[in-house]
């Protein structure tokens, strides 16, 4: 259900989604605050009435988080002992928290040898021996936190093409799930307003590519060759987003990889 009135709402963690978060919620006219261990250092470009100082490891930080502010969580929630202690001081009604998590927390023990991989949606069963499970899990469970687990994050500056060209990737027949980061903001500030509260969305934008296709295509468009290739018979997953598109209503603005590539590239994007 939507809520009527806004609230204020706090980025934790300034990195690259969360930086593109402020700009994206400060553009719809909320007010956005972002958060660092070092403001005054890391949040230089942001206004200073805009910055706040929070460390999940230095309690002494956590009272500068407004009363009545929403969260969103950039960084993973761990340890789980300091995720505790540190949710024991958001009591205080009425405040929503998203939970930015990733696609990685499925168990893939007993990974099928079906290919292409079976699809994943939010029912199939977590690794809860990471310990970002364990944090993101309370948080969900204990405090009502949407958790969005999060697939391959790209965008300008960060991309399948960087990749390639660094040799951070090689050819395989393994599926990679991505979602731009454009999207993944506008779906938190979404999940803020319109997420049920203890729920677990995955964001990707629901188009598994292979790093074979992906690495072809970056050769064929834009010269971009992979450095070296290995032998990987690693399947990868398959992310569905069905239920971020039903109970959210969301549609993508960058749904095509390739279109956004070019739009990248181009410096328009």
């Known amino acids: 259900m939507t809520r009527q009135k806004p609230s204020p709402l706090i980025v934790l963690g300034s ?10 919620g400060t553009s719809q006219g909320k007010t956005v605050h972002a958060t660092s261990r070092n403001p005054l250092k890391n949040l230089a470009d942001i206004s200073s009435e805009q910055r706040l100082r929070f ?13 009545d502010a929403d969260l969103i ?12 202690a540190f949710a024991r001081t958001l009591d205080a009604p009425p405040r929503r928290i998203v939970v930015l998590g990733s696609t990685s927390v499925y168990d893939t023990s007993s990974e099928s040898t079906e290919y292409p991989p079976p699809w994943i949606d939010e ?6 021996t990471k310990p970002r499970v364990q944090g993101e899990e309370y948080l969900r469970e204990h405090h009502g936190a949407i958790v969005l687990r999060v697939a391959g994050i790209y ?4 991309n399948p093409l960087d990749w390639i060209s660094r040799g951070r990737v090689e050819m395989s027949r393994k599926y990679m799930n991505l979602v731009h980061v454009e999207d993944l903001a506008a779906i938190c500030l979404l999940a803020i307003d319109k997420g049920k509260p203890g729920e677990a969305y995955n964001v990707s934008d629901g188009t598994p590519h292979t790093w074979d296709e992906i690495c072809v295509t970056a050769q064929q468009r834009w010269g971009v060759t992979v450095a070296a290739t290995q032998e990987n018979r690693t399947s990868g997953k398959r992310i569905s987003n069905a239920k971020l598109r039903a109970e959210l209503s969301y ?3 960058h749904p095509d990889l390739y279109e956004a590539l070019a739009l990248i590239e181009s410096g328009t994007g």
């Open 15 to 24: 990195g690259y989604t969360g930086r593109v978060l402020h700009k994206t």
């Open 55 to 67: 460390d999940l490891e230095q309690p002494s930080t956590w009272p500068n988080i407004p009363a």
């Open 73 to 84: 969580w950039c960084f993973p929630a761990t340890p789980l002992e300091q995720v505790q």
């Open 123 to 128: 029912s199939a069963p977590l690794d809860q």
């Open 155 to 158: 965008g300008p500056t960060r």
């Open 251 to 253: 549609t993508f603005k």
